[in-house]
């Protein structure tokens, strides 16, 4: 798959890409998620991924699953790539990989701020199901996250046998 002339690979994320993780985490968040916090996300066994653009980390997330559900934790892509398709190609990703595992339901937690999520989010079919007052330190104190699930039970005859990279081109 191509980005913009650049060659595109979804992988598992390696404790090699820590240092890369870390550098977008900084550039993306007030208060990042640690090597540490990565590390540990990795130990577990959660499903990580890494969106390589030529051969170089530029997105990332971060699913855990249990009990018939899965939660993505961490959904972020590079400041530079933004706004290039890459986000959704990795929330594909994840969501095919949800319903490989038969799962029944998604979640996810985004800032109320994040208007750019929130429109990724809803445009895959994810519906806001709540709020969580003040679940984000910001540097103004505290900011709400909004939830949100998707059904997998009822999307995945729609979406499966989809390339998560097939709305790259």
Known sequence: MVVAEKPVEIRALRESDLVAIGVIESASYE???SAGIFFDCLSVGYYC???DLQGQPAAYAVLSIGASEAHILNLTVS???RRQGLGRCLLLDL???????SLHRIYLEVRHSNDAARVLYKAEGFELIGLRRQYYRSRH???DALV???SLDESASS????????RLV
């Open 31 to 33: 208060y990042p998620w």
């Open 95 to 101: 969501l095919a990989h949800a319903r490989t595992r």
């Open 148 to 150: 949100f699930a998707l």
């Open 79 to 81: 400041p530079e790539y």
């Open 141 to 143: 104190g505290r900011e």
């Open 159 to 166: 979406a499966s046998g989809t390339d998560p990279r097939a």
């Open 49 to 51: 991924r890494v969106l």
